[in-house]
């Protein structure tokens, strides 16, 4: 199981630098429908009444529709058409779903409800709303500000799951959301925390990184303060989808990363951050 899992972070990697690293930005835009179209899929699979396919048609128009938007996005003169539904969703979509998710989001996790039914609408139609944000978030800012500015945003939910998981193992004592995920730990989350602190504060002195674009916009309180935000924000996502499994009765949100579950489950934490990340370096647009 460990190899598996290696192989298969290995490959993830590889796969993720060669489309940033990639001299044209089509390459990795397509990796974002890919990935978007996935984890939409696996997350109505979770939330759907019953057993059916439409969770698979769901996502494969979503990719149709991202794959037009990219096309225009990427053209020389992009058609009129592009440059106001642009617009609206940066204007309306990101900042209507950064606020589910700093709300909704939060008092779902807080109230734990892991016994309720899986099927709900609502929460099927804000999966399509979050991933669409996310995805509009996450181009936006490579086509903007290039691949380092990407991956030191990523480095922030990465640093803050790596040092959340290694900090619950050593120290984890309270529980943080047992009803939801038992394994969990408020010294976990601490420690997580403090890591995508520490990096967004370390990374501000390094031109073209996230933390740098804060710090252009931002005293030092307030990079410390969003700092702290978008960590706990990755972890409210993460323990979304960990309640979204309990209320479906699965493990993973599907088997398409061996070893590592599904692709929701490797961007769950990244969902909720996106957008809001998008909102504080660029504004309501």
Same mark, same amino acid.
């Given at each position: ?12 990697? !590889? ?10 930005? /089509?390459?990795?835009?397509?990796? =974002? ?7 939409? /899929?696996?997350?109505? +699979?979770?939330?759907? &009444?019953?057993?059916?396919?439409? &969770? ?21 003169? &992009? ?6 539904? @642009? ?5 309306? @979509? ?5 606020? $589910? /998710? ?32 996310? /995805? ?5 800012? %490579? ?12 480095? =922030? $939910? ?7 998981? %290694? ?11 047992? +009803? ?17 602190? $520490? ?5 501000? %002195? ?23 935000? =978008? ?16 209320? !479906? ?25 996106? &957008?809001?990340? %998008?909102? @504080? ?5």
């Amino acid at each position: 199981m460990l190899a598996q899992r290696v192989v298969t972070a290995v490959v993830m990697l !590889a796969v993720l630098l060669g489309a940033l690293l990639a001299p044209q930005p /089509w390459i990795l835009v397509a990796l =974002l429908v890919v990935v978007a179209a996935s984890a939409l /899929w696996e997350w109505l +699979r979770l939330t759907w &009444p019953a057993p059916s396919s439409m &969770p698979l048609v769901c996502a494969l128009i979503v990719a149709a529709v991202f794959s037009v938007l990219a096309r225009q996005w990427l053209a020389a003169a &992009p058609q009129a058409w592009f440059a106001l539904l @642009l617009s609206l969703a940066m204007r309306w @979509l990101l900042p209507a779903v950064a606020a $589910v /998710w700093v709300l909704g989001g939060v008092g779902l996790v807080v109230q734990g409800r892991s016994s309720a039914r899986s099927g709900s609408v609502c929460l099927g139609v804000f999966g399509i709303a979050a991933v669409a944000a996310a /995805w509009l978030a996450l181009v936006q800012l %490579f086509l903007r500000h290039g691949a380092w500015f990407l991956v030191s945003l990523l480095a =922030l $939910v990465w640093f803050a799951d790596i040092a959340a998981y %290694f900090s619950g193992k050593a120290f984890g004592r309270r529980k943080l959301a047992p +009803r939801v995920s038992p394994g969990k730990t408020w010294e976990g989350a601490a420690g997580g925390v403090l890591a995508a602190t $520490v990096w967004i504060v370390a990374s501000s %002195f390094v031109q073209g990184s996230f933390g740098f674009a804060l710090r252009q916009r931002w005293s030092w309180t307030g990079i410390i303060v969003i700092a702290i935000g =978008l960590a706990a924000l990755s972890i409210i996502g993460d323990l979304f989808e960990s309640l979204l499994k309990r209320r !479906a009765g699965v493990k993973d949100s599907s088997g398409l990363l061996p070893g590592h579950g599904g692709v929701y489950d490797r961007i769950d934490a990244l969902l909720p951050v996106a &957008p809001v990340a %998008f909102l @504080l370096i660029a504004g309501w647009q």
